[in-house]
T-cell receptor
Framework: ETGVTQTPRHLVMGMTNKKSLKCEQH?????MYWYKQSAKKPLELMFV???????ENNSVPSRFSPECPNSSHLFLHLHTLQPEDSALYLC?????????????FGPGTRLTVT | SQELEQSPQSLIVQEGKNLTINCTSS?????LYWYKQKYGEGLIFLMM?????EEKSHEKITAKLDEKKQQSSLHITASQPSHAGIYLC????????????FGAGTILRVKS
């Protein structure tokens, strides 16, 4: 419905696993974002891509590795995560990087690290 | 401390009642977004306000931006169970360029 899809919707992984989150937008947008939403904390911006180029890394630990092969797809590769990384990971896209363009969000991936 | 403070943190209203949620910025803002989120799901874009004094409405939801006070209010008239969810404000702050920062959200429950 929003034009932004995320898979998987739920993921449980051990601390030694490697997994990837996928985001796809069908809106023809040029900018894509990864956000982390933890319980009782504001939404935190993690990464921003504009025209496939990373324009922002918000001091995110290296165990999170983003990849943007084209303007429609965004991945978040996960490895050796910690239990405190359990959260809802949201992908968003917007027409442009400027804040005047509203961001459209996907449904999120609920990640649990055991 | 958070750049955006939302109040109240949570709210329970009887169906049919009006309510207001506030979002106040501690820094100069030049754009304010309102989103709604069902628990554990993505954010749904409601409205964007960019000019001081701007007011927008969508169905029974009205949002206003008071640039002097660096504050926005979201008002719901005659609330319905479908209005229940988490309301988040996001703002473009002068200090952070194009990055949006978000408030912690206001949880709204509507009792039938």
């Amino acid at each position: 419905e929003t034009g932004v899809t995320q898979t998987p919707r739920h993921l449980v992984m051990g601390m030694t696993n490697k997994k990837s989150l996928k985001c796809e937008q069908h809106l023809g947008h040029n900018a894509m974002y990864w956000y982390k939403q933890s319980a009782k904390k504001p939404l935190e911006l993690m990464f921003v891509y504009n025209f496939k180029e990373q324009t922002e890394n918000n001091s995110v630990p290296s165990r999170f590795s983003p990849e943007c092969p084209n303007s429609s797809h965004l991945f978040l590769h996960l490895h050796t995560l910690q239990p405190e990384d359990s959260a809802l990971y949201l992908c968003a896209s917007s027409q442009g990087r400027q804040s005047r363009y509203e961001q459209y969000f996907g449904p999120g991936t609920r990640l649990t690290v055991t | 401390s958070q750049e955006l403070e939302q109040s109240p943190q949570s709210l329970i209203v009887q169906e049919g009642k009006n309510l207001t949620i506030n979002c106040t910025s501690s820094k100069t803002l030049y754009g304010l977004y309102w989103y709604k989120q069902k628990y554990g799901e993505g954010l749904i874009f409601l409205m964007m306000l960019q000019k001081g004094g701007e007011e927008k409405s969508h169905e029974k939801i009205t949002a206003k931006l008071d640039e002097k006070k660096q504050q926005s209010s979201l008002h719901i008239t005659a609330s319905q169970p479908s209005h229940a969810g988490i309301y988040l404000c996001g703002a473009a702050l002068m200090e952070y360029g194009n990055k949006l920062v978000f408030g912690a959200g206001t949880i709204l429950r509507v009792k039938s």
